[in-house]
Nanobody
Framework: QVQLVESGGGLVEAGGSLRLSCVAS????????MGWFRQASGNEREFVAA???????LFSDLLKGRFSISRDNNKNTVNVQMNSLKPEDTAIYYC????????????????WGQGTQVTVSS
């Protein structure tokens, strides 16, 4: 079955960086647009970024410039590099597979990982 496993979260001070990874299995990775979302406590799931099979990407306007996304099709992995982190970036970060529609809409994604917690201290 399809499995997405995120890693790389943790506790970091404001201004620091983290690199999250998501390893996918059970699917033909190169046929999927992959996305990252985040969900802070009490908030709705929020779009972070998405990347197509050949590297074309889309970012949340709020995060563009601090976050970048990449993928390694040989390793079935999608990564998000987060720089200049702020306390408001604290959330659980999820990767997911896009099925069509609106890249920024979480309901247009089907398979989800379990998430990885990112906590940014001030």
């Amino acid at each position: 079955q399809v499995q997405l496993v995120e890693s790389g979260g943790g506790l970091v001070e404001a201004g620091g960086s983290l690199r999250l990874s998501c390893v996918a299995s059970g699917l033909t990775f190169t046929t999927y647009v992959m996305g990252w979302f985040r969900q802070a406590s009490g908030n709705e799931r929020e779009f972070v970024a998405a990347i197509g099979p050949t590297g074309e990407s889309l970012f949340s306007d709020l995060l563009k410039g601090r976050f970048s996304i990449s993928r390694d099709n040989n390793k079935n992995t999608v990564n998000v590099q987060m720089n200049s982190l702020k306390p408001e970036d604290t959330a659980i970060y999820y990767c997911a597979t896009f099925v069509g529609g609106d890249l920024s809409r979480y309901s247009d994604y089907t398979y989800w990982g379990q998430g990885t917690q990112v906590t940014v201290s001030s």
